[in-house]
């Protein structure tokens, strides 16, 4: 599995060098159930109502479920390619949201039993996503070979929390992992607490982890913004259809959009007119 890593880390690093920029952001977690994928899936949504080409690869090699939120049933998955029955240009699939996707699989963890030349052969199909702006990589929680590869692979890392003390212990464990076991002096580690009920909330928990993280692991990580505890972050994934889509002029869906801005450092137009309030509110946020 390390050599599987190694392999696809080189291979997705090597992109860099294409004259046609793709965009790699890696999101990730320390533990589950800090509503990781959710942001990953409205995050590329937002990122194609910019006019980007998104692919949102579900990475999640055992619990997959990218497509349970966009309530869609995947003919193929990355499975398929990694065991030769399809090409990754074959199991790209449309969506109704602007994005296209490829689905993970449960089991897919299996990939550790092939062959050295089917785990190349597999890596290698990653070369012909190169036709998108933005790649968005939905990992599994926690630490493995597997996530760190992606990690290592992307432009920015996104690490999702929440205020539970068990996430924010377990986010901790998580970079203190990136910061000892690859070069994350290169890397553009980013942090997003989710499920917060103030703008001081996310503040107070952001600072208390940037300082702790600079303190003992030597490591930098920027706070990007946070996104409410919003009812309307649950009752989509009832629903099947993200939250940016069914009310964008959410708290969560103007947090989403603000993240956008935060990473690509530009400026996204708010629906309905609540632009200066994002705006202001975010601000307060960082300076409360």
């Not at 990730?28 to 949504?45: E, M, P, Q, R, Y």
């Not at 998104?54 to 479920?65: H, M």
């Not at 464990?173 to 997003?192: H, Q, R, Y």
């Not at 969560?252 to 690509?264: N, P």
């Amino acid at each position: 599995m390390e050599d599987q890593a190694t392999q696809l880390r080189e291979m997705m690093q090597s992109r860099r060098t294409n004259a046609k920029k793709t965009r790699i952001i890696t999101v990730t977690s320390g533990k589950g159930g800090v509503g990781k994928t959710n942001i990953a899936v409205n995050l590329a949504i937002a990122y194609a109502q910019t006019g980007k080409k998104v692919i949102l690869i579900d990475a999640d090699l055992g619990l997959a479920n990218v497509n349970v939120i966009l309530n869609m049933i995947p003919k193929f998955s990355l499975y398929h390619v990694a065991t030769k029955q399809k090409k990754m240009t074959e199991i790209i699939e449309s969506t109704e949201f602007g994005i296209k996707i490829i689905a993970g699989a449960n089991g897919f963890s299996r990939i550790a039993n092939l062959s050295e030349e089917d785990r190349i052969s597999f890596i290698k199909e990653f070369e012909t996503l190169s036709s998108a702006d933005i790649i968005i990589i939905d990992t599994s929680a926690g630490i493995s070979n597997n996530v760190l590869s992606f990690v290592e692979a992307a432009d920015e890392v996104l690490i999702v929390t929440t205020p539970e003390p068990t996430a924010i212990t377990d986010a901790y464990g998580m970079i203190k992992v990136i910061a000892t076991e690859t070069d994350s002096i290169k890397l553009n580690l980013k942090l997003v607490v989710n499920r917060v009920h103030s703008a001081a909330e996310g503040k107070r928990i952001a600072d208390r982890m940037t300082n702790i993280v600079g303190q003992f692991l030597n490591c930098k990580v920027d706070y990007m913004g946070f996104i409410y505890d919003d009812s309307v972050v649950s009752q989509s994934v009832i629903r099947q259809k993200p939250f940016i889509i069914t009310e964008p002029n959410s708290k969560s869906a103007m947090c989403i959009r603000h993240l956008v801005s935060r990473i690509e450092k530009i400026d996204i137009a708010q629906t309905g007119g609540v632009n200066r309030f994002i705006d202001k509110l975010m601000g307060r946020a960082y300076t409360t």
